[in-house]
């Protein structure tokens, strides 16, 4: 080997030696603790406000029993603001964004970002921007108010992006209880089936007496089966909702085409304060998560057995129950006879 040549094999050792030593360095470096994203006492926490560039805004507040409220209106679903808590308290940094990508990010986070402002008291504790997905899908763009560098945030252990969990809509934070009146509590209830209105029946609780009467679709008194009343207005208590539909998942033409339908059954609950509820169910076509499609003859259902439409009179959004946890409710003029 001549000396130009072992000159030259020198010279390429120590290139490509340097660009495996750069290659396994990281092409940028935190100035920022792990932590620095996350609540340490989300127990402080009492208030949470997001909004984004499209008009969206939601506005968490804890009450004083520790519930919390949506918007100033309505209760929370418990279970997804402990989940917010938690990946408020739970998260930290991946790595900063390289520099090849940052100008990416801080796109992302200008045009569709959630600004996230979380307060103690009426002290602001932090304000953070919440992407989208980074390209791998383990971490989640994000930005400190007042920084100038984007972070891929994320929680040790759970795999995947957390933007899913700030939710824009304020029908998603809505809590999916529907009924919890005690027995007790009701004065009067009215159950309807529009198309058998021989099966429709009132219970009217007298004020005074606390004499309870059962009316048919006619007016009619019904002697009816003291235990199967009791047993009926026992189960107005803890029935939740599976889930609300939003405009996203359920349109405003989707809505109102199955509005437009005659109802399966009604549902007008009086308390003795006055206080009224009222829902209306709809049948639903048998979907690809139908678990029974086939009847007890191997015959293929049109209808669903399994979960109903439910419109309730305060939202505009529809919701979706299970028959299983509404099935007491829905009972029949018959099924109360002696």
């Known amino acids: 080997m001549n000396r130009n040549t072992k000159i030259l094999a020198a010279v390429l050792l120590v290139l490509g030696l340097s660009y495996w030593l750069i290659s396994k ?4 470096t935190s100035n920022r603790a792990v932590g620095d994203f996350s609540i340490e006492d989300t ?12 008009g969206k805004k939601v506005l968490l507040e804890r009450n004083a029993n520790n519930t919390w409220m949506v918007n100033g209106k309505i209760l929370a679903d418990e279970v997804k603001i402990k989940l917010l808590l938690s990946t408020l308290h739970d998260m930290q940094i991946q790595k900063p964004i390289p520099s090849s990508m940052h100008n990416t990010a801080m796109g992302i986070l200008a045009s569709r970002g959630i600004k996230t402002e979380i307060y103690q008291g009426d002290k602001l504790l932090k304000t953070i921007y919440v992407g989208s997905e980074t390209p791998e899908q383990t971490g989640t763009f994000m930005l400190l108010e007042g920084d100038d560098e984007v972070y891929s945030i994320h929680i040790p252990g759970f795999i995947g992006y957390l933007t899913p969990r ?7 934070w809505r809590n999916k209880l529907i009924f919890d009146v005690a027995p007790e509590n ?4 009215q159950i309807s089936y529009p198309k058998n209105e021989k099966e429709s029946f009132t219970f009217l609780k007298e004020p005074f007496t606390k004499q309870s009467t059962i009316l048919n679709y006619n007016g009619d008194l019904v002697r009816a089966d003291t235990l199967k009343i009791k047993m009926l207005l026992y189960s107005f208590t803890q029935k939740y909702a599976e889930g609300f539909y939003d405009d996203s998942t359920f349109t405003k033409t989707e809505r109102d085409s199955v509005l437009s339908l005659v109802p399966y059954c009604t549902i007008r609950v009086k308390q003795t304060n006055g206080m009224e509820q009222n829902i209306a169910l709809y049948s639903k076509l048998v979907g690809e998560k139908t678990k029974d499609r086939y009847d007890e003859n191997g015959k ?6 399994e979960k109903y439409y439910a419109k309730l009179t305060d939202i505009e959004q529809m919701a979706s129950v299970q028959d299983y946890v509404f099935r007491r409710i829905l ?8």
């Open 331 to 338: 009972v029949k003029a018959s099924d109360l006879l002696k």
């Open 186 to 189: 009701i004065a009067e209830v």
């Open 300 to 305: 293929e259902l049109v209808i669903d057995p």
């Open 166 to 172: 700030f939710f824009m809509t304020e029908i998603k």
């Open 25 to 28: 360095r990281p092409l940028r």
């Open 43 to 54: 127990s402080l926490v009492s208030k949470i406000f997001m909004a984004n560039k499209s």
